[in-house]
Antibody, heavy 119, light 110 residues
Framework: QSTLKESGPTLVKPTQTLTLTCTCS??????????VGWIRQPPGKALEWLAL???????RYSSSLKSRLTITKDTSKNQVVLTMTNMDPVDTATYYC???????????WGQGTLVTVSS | QSVLTQPPSASGTPGQRVTIFCSGT????????VYWYQQLPGTAPKLLIY???QRPSGVPNRFSGSKSGTSASLAISGLRSEDEADYYC???????????FGTGTKVTVL
């Protein structure tokens, strides 16, 4: 059974850097065609795609947030890490990681982690 | 700032057919596959439709997707109470490059 689980701080202060980890099990990040992406959802609002990293280390970022985002993976730990700099209260959201496929979809999602940005 | 537009809400009685539309542009829906996700209250999204009209294993055939030009639609036939959820369309956008979600549609079963 494949799963993804997000971990990281629940509260960050404005201007700080957020670091989130997605731990994957049941599938390998080095398998051809596999990708892991990050998607967030502010309370009561729509989903917003942030970033994606592929098995071959190819990376894609949201054009509106690209300057603040970095996505990396640790194949030995089967983990994907997302960092977002200069956090602001508008970045308060549930952050999800999800497995991307060759078909371009996200077919498996983590449970999500709520991050609140407040001083 | 979603680039894909969906109606905020849709509703129907049990057994009815409900259709949700998703409007995009030539650089996103017009050029790429469309995906649909279902988000039940308080849970993570779940893939419902991939590559315009394909259902993952386990998704009932009551759910069907289609695409025409720069628009797509999700139809739910034989509406059931457990279908009450938020539904999002999604696709890749070529300009600027990235994955984009729709504004979301809340389906209510009356």
């Amino acid at each position: 059974q494949s799963t993804l689980k997000e971990s990281g701080p629940t509260l960050v202060k404005p201007t700080q850097t957020l670091t989130l980890t997605c731990t994957c099990s049941g599938f390998s990040l080095s398998t051809s065609g596999v990708g892991v992406g990050w998607i967030r959802q502010p309370p009561g609002k729509a989903l917003e795609w942030l970033a994606l990293i592929y098995w071959d280390d190819d990376k894609r970022y949201s054009s509106s947030l690209k300057s603040r985002l970095t996505i990396t993976k640790d194949t030995s730990k089967n983990q994907v890490v997302l960092t977002m700099t200069n956090m602001d209260p508008v970045d308060t959201a549930t952050y999800y990681c999800a497995r991307g496929t060759d078909y371009g979809d996200y077919n498996l999602w983590g449970q999500g982690t709520l991050v609140t940005v407040s001083s | 700032q979603s680039v894909l537009t969906q109606p905020p809400s849709a509703s129907g009685t049990p057994g009815q057919r409900v259709t949700i539309f998703c409007s995009g542009t030539s650089s996103n829906i017009g050029s790429n596959y469309v995906y649909w996700y279902q988000q039940l209250p308080g849970t993570a999204p779940k893939l419902l439709i991939y590559r315009n009209n394909q259902r993952p294993s386990g998704v009932p055939n009551r759910f069907s997707g289609s695409k025409s030009g720069t628009s797509a639609s999700l139809a739910i036939s034989g509406l059931r109470s457990e279908d009450e959820a938020d539904y999002y369309c999604a696709t890749w956008d070529d300009s600027p490059s990235g994955y984009v979600f729709g504004t979301g549609t809340k389906v209510t079963v009356l």
